[in-house]
């Protein structure tokens, strides 16, 4: 068990002038599970494959523990990696596949069986030890690459996207195994997603990265709480932030025809820059405005069940639909709005989120 | 990332069903069918003849035609006698040494090629160097070397050496006759092929696999070991099937290393030919003969033959 550092980790593709990942900075700890998370091109996989030693470093230094490992091959970092299609080794039986990284490390066959068959154990694999990896499913199979990884007991493991095979109902409940799974081991894992709700509910700290370049690392709770920008913003919670630039008030911004009061600082700083500011609300910081209460004018578009929640995406009066993002609202799924109608949003004051309409940047609210 | 290959836990579903279900139907339409089993029966009839006649007395044979077999029938091992063992009429010795002396050419000559081009095939698809792209082209520009242009020169070579002017760059080998001449040159002339039929094979094992190996801690010999050289054992087998089928029917390249004649290194093919001009007239033996030298690739090829199939597809077909 160890803790990962990247440190102004730097990988530019031969040929191409942008970098792929761009002096990363990350600090990992022992035992801790981090979600790298981003679109995709984004540079995630390109890190856990430069910490897993399949890609260089074109500059700056990974360690592990307080090992530079920069320049290491891959078998020297003691690492294990579980990949997206599984990887599996087609003519090995299951418990050769999970056997094999101990045998080329030289470890004793009763040793490899005891600890093939502890992991076997542990995955719920026992049954399927002799059988070849194309009469599993999907799920064993990914159960086997994890196993396969973990039999090896190393120091750092490494997830790229293990679950995007699965089917949804199955990628669930795997999900909350590979969580409690890496709490109960308690090694330092790096886990790859493009899915920010495996980002959200797996990790215990998600770093964001965009076009190489890392956008804000931190719990879950306050990435969804206090996004650093707009990317963020938008990319962290389904349905997603409603973020858009609305004229600056002296107290706040305007939001149709209602003012939302912003923090005094934010509102200086977003004036220095134009006359506009950045606000995003989330979708379940919105209340319908009863009866003669101040609220922003809705036209509702679509209605969306979702059973436990419904969710309204609508736009304001005399914009274009089709044009402009939807503004959403989380409403009571046994209210009686429907398509045409035009409601009354209330924002809620302290769950706004005020960003620079020129940088993306967030300003500051306390 | 999703590199998908033959055999290998693809992520999605491969797109081989749909090309095998075209094939499938093609062929199996009743016309297509019927134009098959002609063509299948037209190429067996001489060979039918010839077991036919291989098998019948020497009387017989002179006396008729093969298909009389069918009104009088009588049958006799005695020809397979003469021909492998006894010697008997010109046939000095029999053929057995011979044959003897063809597995030793053929069983090295596919063996060195396939050893040789498979770890060739993989460092040119896995092992990043620089050159490799080149490299991989200059390998199977050779294809278009014909092999008779290299008969006489490397004749000389496995005799006298190599020397400019006075200048000697290789001493006298004296291998001339051996058995080394032969699989040398079998083994260079099957390159080009087999590195560019294995390498267009290996190359297209998922990455992925590739990678979870180095992870694992297998090094690059390892690697082709335990992982390339299990799974490309399809098209390994296709090659194999050839390059001994090649090798085992081969005059051109025996004539010239080998000789003719000599009981001690001459295969098969050189002793049937120098028989049809001393024998033309023992139908019986020569018939006989012929079906001793077709035994062995049948044998190869039936054992084979499902990597064959699957071998030849691999390259075509993703799946």
């Known amino acids: 068990m160890a803790s990962v550092t990247f440190d102004r980790a730097t990988r530019i593709y031969p040929g191409s002038e942008h970098p792929a990942v761009d002096k990363l900075d990350l600090q990992i700890q022992d035992g801790e599970f981090l979600v790298l998370v981003g679109p995709s091109g984004c540079g995630k996989s390109t890190s856990l494959r430069m910490l897993a030693g399949l890609e260089e470093c074109s500059e700056g230094r990974i360690l592990i523990g307080d090992r530079d490992v920069t320049r290491l091959q891959p078998k020297d970092r003691d690492i294990a990696m579980v990949f997206q299609n599984y990887a599996l080794y087609p003519h090995m039986s299951v418990a050769e596949n999970m056997a094999f990284a101990l045998k080329i490390a030289g470890v004793a066959k009763d040793e490899r069986d005891k600890r093939v068959r502890d992991a076997a154990k542990l995955l719920d694999l026992e049954p399927y030890l002799d059988r070849k990896p194309k009469a599993l499913s999907g799920g064993q199979r990914q159960r086997v690459a994890m196993g396969r990884a973990i039999v090896r007991e190393p120091r750092v493991f490494l997830m790229d996207e293990p679950l995007s095979n699965l089917d949804a109902k199955l990628r669930v409940s795997t999900r909350t195994q590979i969580a409690s799974l890496q709490r109960r081991l308690g090694i330092t894992t790096v886990y790859v997603t493009h899915d920010q709700v495996e980002a959200m509910t797996m990790g215990d700290r998600v770093a964001v990265l965009k076009d190489g370049v890392l956008q804000q690392c931190d719990t879950p709770r306050h990435l969804y709480d206090r996004p650093n920008n707009v990317f963020v913003a938008g990319f962290i919670g389904s349905p997603a932030m409603n973020i858009r630039d609305f004229p600056l008030t002296q107290n706040g911004a305007m939001v149709g025809d209602t003012e939302i009061p912003l923090h005094r600082e934010a509102v200086a700083m977003a004036g220095r820059e134009g006359n506009t500011v950045t606000v995003g609300f989330r979708p379940e910081d919105v209340d319908l405005a009863g009866d003669g209460q101040p609220g922003v004018p809705v036209e509702v578009d679509v209605i969306e069940e979702l059973g436990s929640d419904a969710f309204l995406y609508g736009h304001l009066p005399g914009a274009n639909p089709l044009e402009d993002s939807p503004i959403i609202a989380r409403i009571d799924p046994r209210s009686t709005i429907k398509r045409g109608d035009t409601v009354h949003l209330a924002i809620r004051p302290h769950h706004v989120h005020a960003f620079s309409p020129t940088s993306g940047e967030r300003l500051p609210d306390a | ?319």
């Open chain 2, 1 to 319: 990332m999703s590199v998908e290959a033959p055999e290998v836990i693809p992520a999605s579903a491969p797109s081989r069903q749909p090309a095998v279900t075209a094939i499938r139907r093609t062929f199996s339409s009743r016309l297509a069918a019927g134009f098959v089993v002609a063509l299948t029966v037209l190429w067996t009839i001489p060979t039918f003849g010839l077991l036919v006649t291989s098998l019948r007395p020497q009387a017989d044979v002179t006396g008729s035609g093969w298909w009389n077999v069918f009104l009088h029938p009588s049958f006799t091992l005695d020809n397979y006698k003469t021909v492998l063992v006894s010697g008997g009429y010109n046939v000095s010795g029999g053929l057995l040494p011979y044959f003897v002396n063809s597995l030793v050419i053929s069983i090295p000559g596919t063996l060195f090629p396939l050893a040789i081009a498979s770890m060739a095939a993989y460092a040119l698809a896995w092992v990043p160097f620089r050159g490799s792209n080149v490299l991989f082209f200059t390998i199977f520009a050779l294809q278009v070397v014909p092999l008779q242009l290299a008969l006489l020169p490397l004749l000389q070579f496995f005799n006298l050496g190599l020397s400019i002017g006075p200048l000697t760059i290789v001493p006298a080998l004296h291998l001339g006759g051996t058995f080394f001449t032969v699989w040398i040159a079998h083994t260079m002339f099957a390159m080009p092929l087999a590195i560019f039929l294995l390498h267009n094979f290996i190359a297209q094992l998922p990455r992925d696999v590739m990678e979870a190996a180095t992870v694992d801690g297998a090094n690059f010999f390892l690697t082709f070991r335990r992982i390339v050289l299990p799974l490309s054992m399809p098209s390994i087998a296709a090659f194999a099937i050839f390059q001994f089928l090649w090798v085992w029917n081969d005059l051109l390249v025996a004539l010239t290393f080998v000789g003719g004649g000599q009981a001690t290194v001459a295969p098969l093919t050189a002793r049937l030919s120098q028989l049809t001009g001393s024998l033309g007239a023992r139908w019986d033996l020569l018939t006989a003969g012929a079906f001793v030298s077709i035994v062995v690739p049948l044998i190869v090829f039936f054992s084979l033959q499902r990597f064959f199939v699957r071998g030849l597809l691999a390259g075509s077909v993703k799946g």
